[in-house]
């Protein structure tokens, strides 16, 4: 140091330690999984997952806005997740802990529905972007309507899009031959529809 002096040394010095914050999750999820400082308890479907507070609220919109605006649920150990599936909600806990979620034909739609609820765009958005990949003759009207039901605007855009383009295969299809009178009538009054097929006589 010899010829610096304490008065020509900046007075302020920011240190920080970039990836505090994850590693901190990580601790957290150890310490939920060892049963320790839990303050909540959420109940789906018969089963149990205990959480902490803190986790949910800043990692779930839904618990977020449960949590800070002193509705009942805030001050109960114990929460009713009424309706949500459980394998859907203890991934979606897991997630709040590990921002990670593990998406497939078997859980997709009940992972969906679980993100809707608990207001999770980003994994509501993977799932619309699973089904939206796996489009089939076989599948795209099932899809279709769960997307409506959803109101995931992109999903079911894809999905009319995709139906139009090979309604001819997804007429062998078994969803299409279990619709109903009505929904059937809808499907083929779509404008798109005859678009599609005056296009498709016109390229012959």
């Known amino acids: ?21 994850a590693r901190g999750y990580v601790v957290m999820e150890e310490v939920r999984r060892q049963g320790k400082l839990c303050d909540v308890t959420l109940k789906a479907g018969g089963h149990k997952f205990s959480a902490h507070r803190i ?3 800043a990692s779930i919109p839904y618990f977020h806005a449960m ?17 949500m599936d459980p394998s859907a909600l203890e991934a979606l806990v897991n997630f709040a802990y590990s921002g990670h979620v593990a998406i497939d034909q ?17 994994v509501k958005e993977a799932c619309c972007c699973y ?39 997804v007429c062998e299809s078994e969803e299409f031959l279990s619709l109903k009178a009505e929904e059937l009538l809808e499907l083929v009054s779509c404008d798109e529809l005859h678009v599609r097929a005056e296009e498709q006589v016109r390229g012959d």
């Not at 007075?11 to 970039?18: A, C, I, P, Q």
């Not at 997709?108 to 809707?116: T, Y």
């Open 106 to 122: 078997q859980n997709v739609q009940s992972l969906l529905m679980g993100a809707s609820f608990l207001q999770l765009q980003s």
């Open 1 to 21: 140091m010899g010829d610096v002096s304490c008065e020509e040394l900046e007075d302020l010095v920011h240190f920080s330690v970039s990836d505090l914050p």
């Open 131 to 169: 089904l939206q990949d796996r489009l089939h003759p076989k599948n795209c009207l099932g899809v279709r309507q769960f997307a409506e039901t959803m109101m995931c605007t992109s999903l079911y855009d894809s999905a009319s899009s995709f139906l139009f383009q090979n309604f001819l295969q």
């Open 67 to 83: 949590f800070t605006n002193d509705m009942m649920e805030c001050k109960q150990d114990e929460i009713l997740m009424q309706g």
């Open 55 to 57: 986790v949910l609220a």
